[in-house]
């Protein structure tokens, strides 16, 4: 993956302090190029133009994706490890916190959520081609998928039983999906989002052709 921004400042040893900031990398992993050396104004003031440099970087997703982690779980003040592994058109990073599982995964998932969405918003401004990238802390997605499952079948059953549809708490769109794919294969039943924006709730409820049947009239 190949970045390149261009900045400018006082002169150019600033312009390229703001270029190494925008990239996140340090001078040895950058190449800089300087395009206007700048030149100061009457007395500093009055006239001057600023320096401008052109800065670039190369690396891969997987090593972009982690920088990129690492720095917003470092702003959060938080004390981790990556464990990344690589897969078709996707990474999947985990994350080994000091005992700070709970807080960096939040409620129902939502911070760890909010986390991933970040990580992959930022590479897709970069290169919209860029793998997905998934994150996990200590195997939290799977037992949330394992708990998600349980409760839409159990759901399920009881949208069956009592003929009535059953609204969902708000998901994102990775546990929406799970939700959908569980049901697919049940007759009796359908799903569909309802509300707007990244995240959106479920409603569970019976087919049309899952009520009582009628007579036909002849």
Known sequence: ??????????????????ALHELGVSRRDADITVLEEGKRGFLGLIGGTPARVRASCSGSV???????????????????????????????????????????????????SSIEYIVNRMLQRENNKSARITLDVSGYKSKREDFLRKKVLSLAKQVKSAK???????????????????????????????????VKSIVVAPTKSAGPRRRRKR
Do not use: C
């Open 164 to 198: 009535k549809q059953v609204t969902m708490e708000p998901l994102d769109a990775a546990e929406r999906r799970i939700v959908h794919s569980v049901l697919k294969a049940d007759p009796a039943v359908e799903t569909r989002s309802v509300g707007s924006g990244r």
């Open 62 to 112: 997987k090593d972009r994706a982690e920088q990129i982690l690492n720095t917003i779980l470092r702003l959060m003040t938080f004390s981790s490890q990556l464990h990344t592994t690589e897969e078709k058109q996707a990474l999947h990073i985990g994350i080994e916190t000091a005992g700070a599982d709970g807080l960096l995964i939040g409620k129902g998932g939502s911070t760890l």
């Open 1 to 18: 993956m190949n970045r390149t921004v261009e900045a400018t400042g006082r002169d150019v040893t600033e312009a390229t302090r703001k």
